[in-house]
């Protein structure tokens, strides 16, 4: 399977620390995604970084991409309450088609 | 500008109903996805779509699931005959071409099978 997997499954941090959240896969990649759901919600696009990149930043987020290691992180600074949510990553792959992979997702709550 | 519209939000059926979910794709965009996703559980991509075509049908259940974009309307996601096993959110995505592009998601259909 080329399924992502996150990591941890779930965080729980205060308001103004720093979350990571890392994810792994196992094929190849086109690029990589990482989405935010809020609970009962739809997903929200976060940021796209494709397989020639290493690192890149939007905001408090910053994604980074080692493709020798098949693993990326997000990394959320100075985080807010607002930030809680569920978070996951979405691989595209070279061979697979054109749909993402997503993997099962990391729980974020940011307690105030 | 509209972003991917989904309706109904919710849907009850009892065992045996069917479900239909519809998904209008952003303005311009012409490939659609579908994605399952249980509680507590990433998205399970089902079915890709373009105007008129079936791309990849890969995460369809093999029975009572369906889908089709015709040239006018929105996507619909036919599922026949539910079952309890059913009862999930339902995201459909857009994407404005094939590839490496993002994709941008619908606020769901939570299906609850009675």
């Known amino acids: 399977s080329q399924q992502g997997e996150e990591d941890p499954q779930a965080l729980s941090i205060q308001e103004g620390e720093n979350a990571t959240m890392n994810c792994s896969y196992k094929?190849?990649?086109?690029?990589l995604q990482w989405y935010r759901q809020n609970s009962g919600r739809g997903l929200v696009h976060l940021i796209l970084?494709?397989?020639?990149?290493r690192e890149k930043h939007s905001g408090r987020l910053r994604v980074t991409l080692d493709t020798s290691k098949k693993s990326s992180s997000l990394l959320i600074t100075a985080s807010r309450a607002a930030d809680t949510a569920s978070y996951f990553c979405a691989t595209d792959a070279r061979n697979y088609g054109q749909n993402f992979v997503f993997g099962p997702g990391t729980r974020l709550s940011v307690l105030p | 500008n509209a972003g991917v519209m989904q309706n109904p939000r919710h849907l009850v059926r009892r065992r045996g109903q069917e479900a239909r979910l519809r998904c209008s794709p952003m303005?311009?965009?012409?490939?659609v996805y579908w994605y399952r996703q249980l509680p507590e559980e990433g998205l399970k991509f089902m079915v890709y779509?373009?105007?008129?075509?079936?791309?990849?049908e890969s995460g369809m259940p093999k029975e009572r699931f369906s889908a089709e974009f015709p040239k006018e309307g929105p996507s619909i996601l036919r599922i026949q005959q539910v079952v309890r096993g059913d009862s999930a959110a339902y995201f459909c995505a857009s994407s404005l071409d094939r590839g490496s592009y993002e994709q941008y998601f619908g606020p769901g259909t939570r299906l609850t099978v009675t």
């Open positions: 094929t190849s990649i086109n690029n």
């Open positions: 970084i494709r397989s020639n990149e």
């Open positions: 303005k311009g965009h012409s490939h």
């Open positions: 779509l373009q105007k008129e075509n079936i791309i990849d």
